[in-house]
Nanobody, 129 residues
Framework: QVQLVESGGDLVQPGGSLRLSCKAS????????IGWFRQAPGKEREGISC???????????LYRDSVKGRFTISRDNANNTAHLQMDDLKPEDTAVYFC???????????????????WGQGTQVTVSS
């Protein structure tokens, strides 16, 4: 069965760091772009980052401006895992974070304008003092 499982969410203080993981199984992980999304209470889900598939000539990584320079996306295809390193966390980063595997360009992934994807269940990130 297809699975994406996020982990690594936690409660951290402003300025702190977290490393989220997205473990995939049941499909050919390397053929999919991996996007990270977040949703805060009362707000729409937003794409924040994407890393392209291994067989794509797409831009390798993409970030929303609000996280650029603070977050870093990566993938380890041998272990079917993607990561989101989050540094200098701010209270406005508080949200449930989701990963998704999508056969699309990263600009499409981050826009959310796709219909077919594999989604994880989400992991809670809370940034508070």
């Amino acid at each position: 069965q297809v699975q994406l499982v996020e982990s690594g969410g936690d409660l951290v203080q402003p300025g702190g760091s977290l490393r989220l993981s997205c473990k995939a199984s049941g499909f050919t992980f390397g053929y999919y772009a991996i996007g990270w999304f977040r949703q805060a209470p009362g707000k729409e889900r937003e794409g924040i980052s994407c890393i392209s598939s291994s067989d794509s000539r797409d831009t390798s990584t993409l970030y929303r401006d609000s996280v650029k320079g603070r977050f870093t996306i990566s993938r380890d295809n041998a272990n079917n895992t993607a990561h989101l390193q989050m540094d200098d966390l701010k209270p406005e980063d508080t949200a449930v974070y989701f990963c998704a595997a999508v056969r699309a360009l990263c600009r499409v992934v981050v826009s959310g304008k796709f219909l077919r994807a594999y989604w994880g269940q989400g992991t809670q990130v809370t940034v508070s003092s």
